[in-house]
């Protein structure tokens, strides 16, 4: 009889990773590849970067195919309608696939227990479930509307308070040489305003 074998793949906005699994839950496999979040990287990319993922880690097990059942936790699926978009571009990997949020894989691994899940990688999420079974979700909306403390995030801040260092020290030295007065004023005010919310 045929070994039974599942994936589990872990698709986030940097990085991409599938684990292969045996029946007794022993690793048999893994694959590294691009983001798997289509909503960042387009649909087409999304999918291709998912299926390198899967062919490295079934590259390593000769029998691995086809795959039992699969989990994709992805990054940007954060309705029905995108986990059913990419189900209908995925669903040729195993017999049975599911796809969630990568933030929704996480906490399965406490089934029907209370846990929180914190996912801060390019993006960032948290999602908590209580005693009983209700599930509260914050953050993970892009680096658009939030994804506070993701690297996205941290990098931003960091050019953001660069670029602020150096207009004081460029107000600084204007004010030196007595050449503020030829500085619009919107501009003086716009620039004082920025140093005072960001120190």
Same mark, same amino acid.
Not at 5 to 28: F, H, M, N, P, W
Not at 93 to 109: F, G, K, M, R
């Given at each position: 009889?045929?070994?039974?074998?599942?994936?589990?793949?872990?698709?986030?906005?940097?990085?991409?990773?599938?684990?292969?699994?045996? @029946?007794?839950? +022993?690793?048999?496999? #893994?694959?590294? /590849?691009?983001?798997?979040?289509?909503?960042?990287?387009?649909? @087409?990319?999304?999918?291709?970067? !998912?299926?390198?993922?899967?062919? +490295?880690?079934?590259? @390593?097990?000769?029998?691995?195919?086809?795959?039992? $059942?699969?989990?994709?936790?992805?990054?940007?699926?954060? #309705?029905?309608?995108?986990?059913?978009?990419?189900?209908?571009?995925?669903?040729?990997?195993? =017999?049975?696939?599911?796809?969630?949020?990568?933030?929704?894989? /996480?906490?399965?691994?406490?089934?029907?227990?209370?846990? !929180?899940?914190? !996912?801060?990688?390019?993006? =960032? %999420?948290?999602?908590? +479930?209580?005693?009983?079974?209700?599930?509260? #979700?914050?953050?993970?909306?892009?680096? !658009?509307?939030?994804?506070?403390?993701?690297?996205?995030? %941290?990098? +931003?801040?960091?050019? #953001?308070? $660069?670029?602020?260092? =150096?207009?004081?020290?460029?107000?600084?030295?204007?004010?030196?040489?007595? $050449?503020?007065?030829?500085?619009?004023?919107?501009?003086?005010?716009?620039?004082?305003? @920025?140093?005072?919310?960001?120190?």
């Amino acid at each position: 009889m045929a070994s039974l074998y599942y994936l589990g793949v872990d698709g986030g906005g940097s990085k991409t990773l599938a684990v292969i699994v045996d @029946e007794q839950g +022993r690793e048999c496999g #893994r694959g590294l /590849a691009g983001s798997a979040n289509y909503v960042a990287v387009g649909l @087409e990319l999304a999918i291709q970067n !998912i299926y390198s993922a899967v062919m +490295r880690a079934t590259h @390593e097990v000769a029998d691995a195919l086809p795959l039992c $059942k699969a989990w994709l936790g992805l990054a940007g699926v954060d #309705r029905p309608s995108d986990s059913a978009l990419l189900v209908s571009h995925l669903h040729t990997l195993a =017999s049975s696939v599911q796809i969630t949020n990568d933030a929704d894989l /996480a906490l399965s691994a406490l089934p029907g227990v209370a846990g !929180i899940v914190l !996912i801060v990688g390019t993006g =960032s %999420i948290a999602l908590g +479930r209580n005693e009983e079974g209700s599930v509260t #979700r914050v953050g993970g909306w892009g680096h !658009i509307l939030g994804d506070e403390g993701s690297g996205y995030d %941290i990098g +931003r801040q960091g050019l #953001r308070n $660069k670029s602020l260092f =150096s207009t004081v020290i460029l107000l600084f030295f204007l004010s030196f040489l007595g $050449k503020m007065r030829e500085m619009p004023e919107h501009m003086y005010v716009f620039l004082l305003q @920025e140093h005072i919310h960001y120190t």
